[in-house]
């Protein structure tokens, strides 16, 4: 067993809860898939991210790539990635994309990106263009695309509808109260519009949330309203951990048992699909989410096995 990374500033030292604690990445698929990367230096968020479940999700055929480069015209108070004037945009990005998804004989493929503000179009562009190359080369592989929320912009937006890629993925990471310390240049309901404005347009919609920031339990379920009634249907939520020490604290580690509360209230609201726990991330299982009806019946077949 490993324990997952996290930071602490000198004094605010928390020990970890042994729910926290993942088993190191077996199996033949993962070994495949871990030698292409190594021999062919492909680059995943996966691995960047130090993710817990990537054992898991190699072995299920699925990986997570970040598109327009690695720096962030954004300083949001949870993510480790860089934070400055990014690279110009590498207009061949997206066949390569596509050709690494080919190579590792992905099944399931999320993208994501940095947020690219000082573009007119917000990098939608290419967004738009690495959806339609990564379908073109890999017509049998599902797509999960993990969007920023490109300040709202319709046409921006529309370009991802217009590319459909199977799911689009918007997060709000936390609730109303503490989005202007957390998402520092972001706005809690303009991302609920993003996420509006993707349903409108016929997109399966997903969100995720960290639990751990300082947020309560009513402002929790407040949040999973919120996006149930913006037209959200996936919703993953998970623990925060503090990535540096110039990152914000965690706050609390929050049980297992209140995650699984939150995962039945959510579907009490009428969301399609719900994954919460500890060691839940964005594309954690996002293959499944593809699937519509998929979470809710596995929930109401668990619940008529309880009842019974």
């Not at 991210?49 to 190699?58: L, Q, S, Y």
């Not at 719900?274 to 109401?300: D, F, K, Q, T």
Request: charged residues 25%.
């Amino acid at each position: 067993m490993i324990e997952l990374p996290i930071a602490s500033a000198e004094g605010t030292k928390r020990t970890k809860p042994d729910w926290l604690r993942v088993k190191l990445p077996i199996g033949e698929s993962y070994k495949h898939v871990r030698g292409l990367v190594d021999t062919h230096k492909l680059h995943t968020i996966c691995e960047s991210g130090n993710c817990p479940n990537m054992g898991e999700c190699w072995g299920e055929g699925t990986a997570t790539f970040m598109i327009l480069g690695n720096v962030c015209t954004r300083s949001c108070g949870f993510c480790a990635v860089a934070t400055g004037r990014p690279d110009p945009v590498d207009w061949d990005e997206p066949q390569r994309v596509a050709e690494a998804i080919h190579l590792m004989q992905v099944k399931h493929a999320v993208l994501t990106s940095v947020d690219r503000d000082e573009l007119k179009d917000g990098g939608s562009i290419i967004w738009y263009n690495t959806i339609k190359a990564v379908k073109a080369l890999n017509p049998e592989t599902t797509l999960e695309t993990l969007i920023p929320d490109f300040k709202g912009e319709k046409e921006n937006i529309q370009r991802i509808i217009e590319a459909a890629p199977e799911v689009v993925s918007h997060n709000i990471e936390t609730v109303e109260r503490l989005t202007k310390q957390v998402r520092i240049q972001a706005k809690y309901w303009r991302s609920m519009e993003v996420i509006t404005a993707l349903k409108k347009g016929g997109m399966r919609t997903k969100s995720g949330i960290m639990l751990g920031l300082g947020e309560v339990k009513e402002e929790v379920v407040q949040t999973l309203k919120d996006l149930a009634a913006a037209g959200c249907d996936v919703v993953t939520i998970g623990q925060y951990l503090q990535p540096t020490k110039k990152h914000l604290p965690v706050q609390r580690f929050v049980h297992p048992t209140e995650f699984a509360e939150y995962k039945e209230i959510g579907y009490e609201l009428g969301l399609d699909y719900v994954e919460s726990g500890p060691l839940v991330r964005s594309s954690y299982h996002s293959e499944r989410h593809v699937v519509a009806g998929y979470g809710r019946s596995e929930w109401e077949k668990a619940k008529a096995l309880q009842n019974s």
